[in-house]
């Protein structure tokens, strides 16, 4: 490549990167909204799955001609239908025989055959829809198929994942694929140098995770400062552009968790302020705040994560007050300080929001069970677990910049995506991203038997029940796969485990580095996994021959979580491409979804039951189905409330 070729591609990223910065993304409100919903629903229509499923099957006819084809015509054919994609001039005909092209450059480069089913998942995912398609069915193939023609036609395209090993796995196995049709791909991950960085964003396909790319983009912000133009930025900055050119399409797996379940995170790029000289003070909040009497001195709202103090509560913190201390020069100072200190003693629990990983609070995610070592809580929270924990007590940090995964995936000029479960947020996709869901049917009928939910009145009773369904199952040879919400509630059945001799692993945020090989172990006959909520995803558990004809992978969930299609994606890792499998619910009404969203239901309940197993029982049931629709009214609220505030930041405050 020459230099003036290269200062080209240069000033092109900064172009395309100032021009997604000024993409507006206001969500449409009234009338406006009526309108946009009517024309998705018109565009749906051309599209819908009967449509799709008749174009993957005009697609399968093309088979045989593709696949006789030497290897150099089949070369011609890539080159030609590329250049219709990158001129925009790619017909409807055109589309459908560059994906049965893609599908026999598959074939060839991993020996895998797309069925017409992932036919009908790609062309989805090109007509910018999320695409269900249950575990197993081969959504990294569907994604490699739908990959290249989106790269031909917007010029880069990320494709995203939920971990670093996801994104490096999928991209070193689908760039045969890539190559073959012309194109340069590579993976983003934690380690890489900012030249190694600027080489892979350059390249027509990256694989990546949302923490990763979303950083990236925002450190070209926080560079480019408030240039209006490309030119004016180039002036700037010279030959050193920006890292991400621009944001043109992207392609996301696991769309529910990331899309919906993360999309309300905020992406922070921080620097730590001078040596922290509040450490004393944060100290002191939590030896008063361990003094004080709950209801008397204060309230707590567990499922808000608040506190809130009461009149005699702030008569003790304003005594406080005259002390010859800077910190707690005021009354409101103190109070803010006790206040984080009662929030993180009363509503952040070890094992569940966080863990102590080598002397330092660690966040875990609550939805997937990782680690986020590279996170921390704002406004002295972070600083109040530590010094909860008498750990030293770090310095907090200053927000240079920061902005919402869902704020982000809404720039891009293109998105679809693909899951395991969308259709349960088909609403809010629509709404959000303006994307509409279709079911892909699945290659093979499934036949997983799901047994009727359990009820308990005591988490000690569904505790037991637990284990002996577990031994019950391993006793007869059948794999099980055992899910928990949090890594305390696994290692709390663990040890259960370990007491009754039953040999098993463990799959938590301690074990993540061995995920992969846990996961692929979970198939063999009498294998007892437990597992988090990240249970693998992206991962297949795929059976033997002799567990398979012991009826297959048999999976416990001990606990309903707040969204039922998370409920969803666990159940759906047994049975998978036809395989048999069963699957069971365990519940009590000490869970956390009822002790959160429907406490005193809960207890009513609980204190009229004269049985320690409710199942059965309707009443019980219908305080854990109002209680996990409180927990999805609730969460949708958090991620309105940040759509608004995102659009109030664009409208007001539209440079980083």
Avoid at 10 to 38: C, I, M, N, P
Avoid at 60 to 78: G, V
Wanted: charged letters at 25%; hydrophobic letters at 40%; a neutral charge.
């Amino acid at each position: 490549m020459t230099a003036a070729d290269a200062s080209l591609n240069r000033y092109h990223a900064l172009f395309e990167a100032v021009r997604a910065r000024k993409r507006s993304v206001q969500t449409l409100k009234g009338a406006d909204q009526l309108v946009a919903w009517g024309a998705l629903k018109l565009r749906q229509r051309r599209s819908r799955l009967a449509v799709l499923m008749q174009w993957a099957e005009a697609v399968d006819l093309l088979a045989p001609e593709i696949r006789s084809l030497p290897e150099t015509a089949l070369d011609a054919q890539i080159d030609e239908l590329r250049g219709a994609f990158v001129r925009g001039r790619a017909s409807h005909g055109q589309v459908l025989r560059a994906l049965a092209v893609v599908r026999e450059v598959a074939s060839r480069a991993t020996g895998e055959e797309a069925y017409v089913v992932q036919l009908a998942g790609a062309l989805a995912l090109v007509h910018g829809r999320i695409a269900e398609m249950v575990t197993g069915e081969g959504k990294t193939l569907t994604g490699s198929l739908a990959a290249p023609l989106l790269a031909w036609r917007h010029r880069h395209v990320h494709v995203f994942t939920v971990n670093d090993y996801l994104a490096e796995r999928d991209e070193q196995s689908r760039s045969r694929i890539y190559r073959r049709c012309g194109l340069t791909s590579g993976a983003i991950t934690q380690d890489l140098s900012p030249q190694q960085r600027a080489d892979i964003y350059s390249r027509s396909i990256v694989h990546g995770t949302p923490k990763q790319i979303t950083a990236d983009y925002l450190r070209d912000q926080i560079s480019l400062g408030r240039i209006e133009s490309a030119w004016s930025g180039w002036q700037k900055l010279g030959s050193s552009g920006p890292l991400v050119p621009g944001l043109q399409a992207c392609l996301v797996d696991e769309a529910d968790a990331v899309l919906i379940d993360e999309g309300v995170t905020p992406l922070i790029i921080a620097r730590s302020r001078r040596e922290d000289e509040m450490s004393h003070a944060y100290m002191k909040a939590r030896d008063v705040s361990r003094e004080l009497d709950p209801e008397k001195h204060y309230t707590v709202d567990a499922m808000r994560k608040r506190v809130k103090l009461t009149t005699a509560g702030r008569a003790v913190l304003a005594s406080m007050a005259a002390e010859d201390d800077e910190q707690w020069a005021t009354a409101r100072r103190g109070e803010e300080l006790v206040r984080q200190a009662l929030v993180a003693q009363c509503c952040y629990i070890r094992g569940q929001q966080y863990e102590i990983v080598d002397g330092r609070v660690v966040i875990v995610d609550e939805y997937t069970g990782r680690f986020l070592p590279d996170r921390s809580w704002e406004h002295g929270l972070h600083q109040s677990v530590e010094a909860k924990e008498d750990l030293e007590v770090t310095a907090d940090r200053e927000t240079l910049a920061r902005l919402s995964f869902q704020r982000f995936f809404r720039s891009y000029k293109f998105l679809c995506g693909m899951t395991g479960t969308a259709a349960d947020s088909a609403g809010e996709m629509e709404r959000v991203y303006g994307r509409p869901v279709t079911v892909i049917p699945t290659n093979k009928p499934v036949i997983r038997e799901q047994e009727s939910t359990r009820y308990f009145r005591g988490a000690d009773a569904k505790w037991a029940a637990i284990v002996e369904r577990i031994r019950s199952e391993h006793e007869s040879g059948r794999p099980v796969l055992v899910g928990t919400r949090s890594v305390e509630a696994s290692q709390l059945l663990s040890e259960r485990l370990e007491v009754l001799g039953l040999k098993h692993s463990v799959l938590n945020a301690h074990h993540h580095e061995e995920e992969a090989e846990l996961i692929a172990q979970a198939g063999h006959v009498g294998a007892i996994t437990v597992a988090t909520n990240m249970a693998g995803r992206g991962t297949d558990i795929k059976l033997t021959p002799e567990s398979r004809r012991l009826g297959g992978l048999f999976v416990v969930l001990t606990e309903i979580h707040g969204a039922r299609r998370v409920d969803r994606q666990f159940i759906g890792r047994a049975g998978r491409q036809g395989d048999p499998g069963g699957a069971q619910i365990f519940a009590s009404l000490e869970d956390e979804l009822v002790t959160k969203y429907a406490p005193n239901l809960g207890e009513i309940v609980a204190s009229r039951a004269n049985y320690d197993e409710l199942t059965g029982s309707r009443i019980s049931e219908r305080v854990f189905k109002m209680a996990q629709s409180r927990s999805e009214a609730r969460d949708r609220r958090g991620r309105t409330q940040v759509m608004r505030q995102d659009d109030w930041v664009d409208r007001y405050m539209p440079s980083v």
